[in-house]
Nanobody, 119 residues
Framework: QVQLAESGGGWVQAGGSLRLSCAAS????????MGWFRQAPGKEREFVAA????????SYADSVKDRFTISKDNARNTVYLQMTTLKADDTAVYYC????????????WGRGTQVTVSS
């Protein structure tokens, strides 16, 4: 079973930046894709960004495009989310998740890291 551990969350003023990290352990094969999701209070969890492990193909939610950048370090089994020009609406618990195959959904999740943006 894959274990995912997020870090890097915190409090930041609007317009600021944060970088989240997600370290994966316990897996024996590279995943198809890793992604970041977030859940704000009273809202459903939503997709933020994803990256395929082999080719590094990225995808983003429209709300974060041009502000957030997802990247990975294969050697460290770590995926990152660089967040810039943060807005109050970005306040949420951010989760990383892994998707083992393209035909399967995300099936391993971290515990999340809180990001609070003060306006």
């Amino acid at each position: 079973q894959v274990q995912l551990a997020e870090s890097g969350g915190g409090w930041v003023q609007a317009g600021g930046s944060l970088r989240l990290s997600c370290a994966a352990s316990g897996r024996t094969a590279s995943p198809y894709q890793m992604g970041w999701f977030r859940q704000a209070p009273g809202k459903e969890r939503e997709f933020v960004a994803a990256i395929t492990w082999s080719k590094g193909t990225t995808s983003y939610a429209d709300s974060v495009k041009d502000r957030f950048t997802i990247s990975k370090d294969n050697a460290r089994n770590t995926v990152y989310l660089q967040m810039t020009t943060l807005k109050a609406d970005d306040t949420a618990v951010y989760y990383c998740a892994t998707r083992p195959y393209s035909i399967r959904q995300y099936d391993s999740w971290g515990r999340g890291t809180q990001v609070t943006v003060s306006s």
